[in-house]
């Protein structure tokens, strides 16, 4: 039996001892693992952050062709006015005189300015103008010189809401991260119940701070917990566009009312319907600034009271302050006077013009989308969502200059010149709109008219006709009228974003068919082959450009930057060629001499005659998003999100 017990137990202990070592080990791994967890989590709560001067940055020799200054915020520093947007940071004299203008790709990063305050922060001696950019971190600048405040990853450097606290620290709202804090030498997330937000705005203080959001209401944070108001509360929106605290009271603006909270509950709806876009607690009023245009005075005598009525306060008559159709950005108090920012300037409140930053300039705006110079020198200039601009010349302030915007003529992707017709075609969102050299409308064409879409991504000339792209296919339109080829007759995707065919191509020519899905040969109007990822040395499908090198062709991708397709149909990689480069749609250009390239944040590239040497250029552009490229009598044209600018094709 002795040994029978020993023959059985001896194994039995051994895989028990076995087990619970294993059982042990995963033990100690899952706690290995949820340690691990827990300091990736802690480390994910505060972010490298490098603080430092801003250098000036090197400028080719690039011109801005100016467009408005679409300011957003504004603030007073050391006696001076500062007036911020995507043009730049203006500052002026009390009396309206322009003192100072710093341009971004210049003076500092190429990004866009939003939120301003004036504070000394803890790593600061003295009052520093704080600025929040859409890219860049902070700017901090002290009437002299810029620094950066700048976290390593991108997602903490895009700060939509800022509010300096009476401690030195600094609350930055983001758009993806939610709440950080930078205390003057490490970034952090603030809590983790305001992580992860989209902050529209901030007000408050360190002990009671109150946190607007794109779509979740407001968030009062106060004592280590943080409560939400919503529209199941009573608030008038999701949506928090500003925020004023006076005394026991908060107001909220949201497009569809202002929120009066009194010791944190929802207590009323002011002004119902209208859209209150900023807010001033000013000499006992309380000012509304519209989304759509004019402010609203409200005394607050008439919300005083913490028995008042929950009941909605009507504003009716016109607006006390007309600022047109403008929507007030800003307002701000300036030697106990309120002022009021639109895009156009800064006027104090209760008076008609702007009496600071209205200037001069030549562009209707500065989302540029397309860009091309027709054979008359007139430069035809179109806008994401705001129409296009005919120019007599980009050269000179007192250029004539023809905007044109409608139901048709409003989101532009491409404008191409036909001389043999003495037209000009404009691809829209909206269908394809064909003008008169001088900008007199011809024809509309849309989806009644022939079109397989109306949404026509790109044009371009194919002998006596015309080829449209468009989200459902191509339609060729000569004299014989409109017919269309899309996947269903071979064409290798339907969503077609770019139109690859050379200067004076006839009807019979082969050309290509750059679409969501590859490239399509053509051969006339058939396809002859389709490349795609799977079948050649494409690196991307997403097809965002095409232009003809010699023989060859270079292809702009989303998201592996630029390839070359060559005459056999061979594609093989070039310098430009990276992964996570996104060429935008149709930003390409080349002549004799270069090749041009437009990358989503990446700034333009550029490349020697041939497409085989290139090089990436920042500086001097306004924003590191290039949208369109031209080419034109040596001078080339690069527009941005940020505006247009130009310069000598030699110094690229």
């Known amino acids: 039996m002795t040994y029978k017990w020993r023959r059985w137990a001896v194994p039995g202990i051994a895989a028990l001892v076995l087990c619970l070592f294993a059982g042990g080990w995963v033990f100690w791994r899952a706690q290995q693992t949820l340690k691990n967890a827990e300091s990736g989590l802690a480390g994910a709560r505060s972010f490298a952050v490098a603080v430092g001067p801003v250098a000036s940055l090197p400028n080719p020799g690039f011109e801005a062709v100016s467009s408005p200054a679409a300011f957003r915020s504004a603030a007073e520093l050391n006696g001076l006015n500062y007036l911020a947007g995507p043009a730049g940071l203006f500052a002026y004299s009390p009396d309206g005189t322009l003192q100072k203008a710093y341009r971004p790709g210049l003076d500092y990063p190429a990004t866009t300015l939003g939120a301003m305050h004036v504070a000394t922060l803890a790593d600061s001696k003295a009052p520093e103008l704080l600025i929040a950019t859409a890219s860049e971190g902070v700017l901090a600048f002290d009437g002299q010189h810029f620094r950066q405040i700048r976290a390593k990853i991108p997602e903490a450097r895009a700060v939509t809401a800022l509010l300096p606290l009476g401690s030195g620290r600094l609350l930055l709202g983001t758009a993806k991260l939610g709440l950080l804090v930078y205390d003057g030498n490490a970034l952090s997330r603030f809590h983790p119940t305001t992580d992860n937000q989209y902050v529209t705005a901030l007000a408050g203080s360190e002990s009671d701070l109150w946190i607007g959001t794109l779509d979740h209401g407001l968030l009062h944070w106060r004592g280590g917990q943080t409560e939400t108001l919503t529209e199941a509360d009573g608030l008038p929106d999701a949506r928090v566009e500003s925020i004023v605290v006076d005394g026991d009271r908060v107001f909220a603006g949201t497009p569809v009312g202002v929120a009066e909270i009194r010791t944190g509950k929802m207590a009323r709806v002011l002004a119902p319907g209208r859209y209150a876009k900023s807010l001033l607690v000013a000499n006992g009023e309380l000012l509304i600034g519209q989304g759509d245009g004019g402010i609203m005075r409200l005394p607050l005598e008439s919300a005083t009271g913490h028995n008042a009525p929950r009941r909605a306060i009507k504003i009716t008559g016109e607006p006390v302050t007309r600022t047109g159709s403008d929507a007030v950005e800003d307002m701000l108090t300036i030697d106990g006077t309120a002022w009021a920012l639109t895009a156009k300037g800064l006027q104090r409140t209760g008076e008609q013009s702007a009496e600071i930053g209205a200037s001069g300039h030549l562009l209707s705006d500065g989302n540029v989308s397309s860009v091309m110079v027709a054979g008359d020198g007139r430069i035809w200039v179109g806008y994401f969502d705001h129409g296009l601009d005919i120019l007599s010349s980009a050269a000179s302030q007192s250029a004539s200059l023809l905007h044109i915007e409608d139901d048709h003529t409003f989101c532009v992707n491409r404008i191409t010149e036909d001389p043999a017709h003495g037209t000009v075609a404009v691809a829209t969102a909206n269908g394809l709109v064909i003008f008169s050299k001088d900008g007199t409308l011809r024809q509309t064409l849309t989806h009644e008219t022939g079109l397989i879409a109306n949404h026509v991504t790109d044009v371009a000339i194919l002998g006596a006709g015309m080829v449209a792209a468009t989200p459902a296919g191509i339609t060729f339109l000569d004299e014989t009228g409109a017919h269309s080829l899309y996947a269903f007759e071979g064409l290798v995707n339907n969503h077609v974003y770019a139109l690859g065919l050379r200067p004076g191509q006839q009807a019979t020519a082969p050309f290509l068919v750059g679409t969501l899905g590859g490239i399509s040969q053509m051969a006339a109007e058939a396809v002859a082959r389709n490349l795609t990822t799977a079948n050649s040395g494409l690196k991307a499908n997403w097809i965002t450009g095409l232009v003809p090198i010699g023989a060859d062709w270079l292809v702009g991708t989303y998201g592996s930057g630029v390839e070359r397709l060559d005459g056999t149909g061979q594609v093989t990689t070039t310098d430009a060629t990276k992964n996570g480069v996104v060429v ?68 690229l």
């Open 584 to 651: 935008n749609p149709l930003a390409m250009a080349a002549d004799n001499r270069l090749v041009l390239a437009g990358t989503l944040g990446q700034g333009l590239l550029v490349g020697d005659a041939t497409g085989t040497r290139w090089h990436t250029v920042l500086g001097g552009l306004p924003s590191a998003n290039v949208t369109a490229v031209a080419i034109d009598k040596g001078i080339v044209y690069v527009g941005t999100d940020n505006g247009l600018v130009r310069i000598s094709e030699d110094k």
